[in-house]
């Protein structure tokens, strides 16, 4: 037990990425996904941004007209605004790479290696930094060039070739899973990298894609062609390999959905009080997986006869895994989500709207703590951090090399004192 615990006061924890500085030269939603997810297990991120702002604080929404989408995605973060194009601009990025331990960007491949901002340009001054590209198709390959978003991924990737009803139209993930799960791949692949440099093994270069996240995605499908010799089709909600596994409407056109293994089968058919044993096409996972269009329909009738949340209680007692199909305002309300603070509503944090939090619970991650900043609000405080004086850092906002979200960027002038 620690001293602190024997004198009553609370133990100091050290979050995960405590003391972890991350440079974000992102933009959009993979990218700037990726350090919040960092930022949120407490690492320090600083966004760096063009001095007239991200292009996503003017995806304006609501009748307030708030940047929603950015303010959700760069909470917990630092923001420097700096002109990338000029000579000035370069050096205060590579002078803040130096002093951080990952760098982050979503550029065209090749467009920060125009600026002298590539990792070769510079591994050699920060041998010790994790620097994780996301582009849409990678850093080499016959489509290294081509311009990738979420949409163009999913149709690559395979996933829109199975995704939509049984027969009907194909459609696109409803979230933007693509751009999301590169995030994710992204975070993964720097927290991996961070572990070999405090081995001393040096830092390293991520390469991260959109078309390979939904790629490497597709074990169920692959499987699937592998073993049969066909081209997997849309199923709806039903499951490639099992069944019962998809949504039912039910008595009062709420919709639930069932996932049922043979572990649970018998109970579930008890609980339904249909006796299906003596049905050779219903006999084993597999049987009823080649005829669940059959099992679907018998089932469907039964689950009409009674409201939704009736057949959740009695599932979830026997056993079976189920649920509703939550809109986005039940999910925000559902007590679940609010009980683990997945989705905090804190005026004096984040402003008047929802933040959506890292859904990773622990005393080592903080998770969701402040509201995005505005335009360079950091940038006087990080450039005097660098060792710029006042001076400087009124001739660099005079000229326009960097921003403090002002409009007139030339008030700081030397002397003045602006966090």
């Known amino acids: 037990m620690s001293d602190a615990s024997l004198s009553g006061e609370p133990p100091v924890t050290a979050h995960f990425l405590s003391g972890v500085r991350v440079l974000d030269i992102t933009g959009a ?38 940047p929603l989408p950015f303010d959700l995605i760069h909470r917990n973060k630092r923001s420097i605004a700096v002109d990338i194009k000029t000579d000035r601009g370069r050096d205060i990025v590579k002078a803040l790479a130096w002093r951080s331990d990952v760098l982050v960007e979503n550029f065209r491949v090749g467009a920060l290696a125009r600026q002298g901002l590539s990792y070769n340009d510079l591994k050699d001054d920060c041998p010790n930094l994790v620097y994780c590209s996301l582009s849409g198709f ?52 720097a927290l991996a990298a961070l572990i070999r440099v405090r081995a001393g093994l040096g830092g390293s270069h991520i390469d991260v894609s959109l078309a390979d996240t939904i790629a490497g995605w597709s074990l169920w499908e692959v499987a699937d062609f592998a073993g049969t010799g066909e081209a997997p089709a849309p199923l709806g909600t039903a499951h490639r390999l099992v069944a019962p596994y998809e949504a039912f409407v039910c008595g009062d056109e709420t919709v639930l959905v069932i996932g049922v293994t043979e572990r649970s089968w ?45 057949w959740i209680d009695r599932l979830r007692e026997a056993g079976v895994p189920c649920g509703p199909v939550n809109t986005i305002p039940q ?20 402003g008047h709207h929802r933040i959506v939090n890292t859904p990773l619970i622990s005393d080592g991650a903080p998770r969701a703590r402040h509201k995005a900043p505005g335009i360079g609000q950091d940038t006087v405080t990080l450039l005097r951090e660098l060792g710029i004086d006042d001076q400087g850092i009124g001739a660099l906002l005079r000229d326009q090399v960097v921003g403090d979200g002002t409009a007139a960027p030339s008030s700081v002038d030397s002397g003045a004192s602006r966090e």
């Open 29 to 66: 939603l993979a990218g700037p996904y990726c350090t919040t997810i960092l930022s949120d297990l407490g690492a320090e991120v600083i966004k760096v941004e063009p001095v007239d702002g991200d292009t996503l604080r003017r995806r304006l929404v609501g009748p307030e007209q708030r």
């Open 331 to 350: 999910m925000l309300d559902d007590p679940q989500y609010a009980i683990r603070e997945m989705f905090p509503s804190d005026v004096d944090r984040f």
């Open 266 to 310: 018998e109970a579930f058919c008890a609980l339904l009080d249909i006796d299906l044993s003596g049905d050779a096409r219903f006999d084993g996972e597999y049987a009823r997986f080649v005829n669940r269009k059959q099992l679907a329909e018998l089932l469907q009738a039964r689950f009409a006869t009674a409201p939704r949340d009736l």
């Open 138 to 189: 990678g850093q080499y390959g016959p489509m290294r060039d081509a311009k990738g978003i979420d949409l163009v991924a999913q149709a690559y990737g395979g996933l829109l070739s199975v995704t939509g009803s049984d027969g009907g139209a194909i459609a696109k993930a409803g979230y933007p899973i693509g751009d999301l799960g590169t995030g994710m791949w992204g975070a993964i692949g």
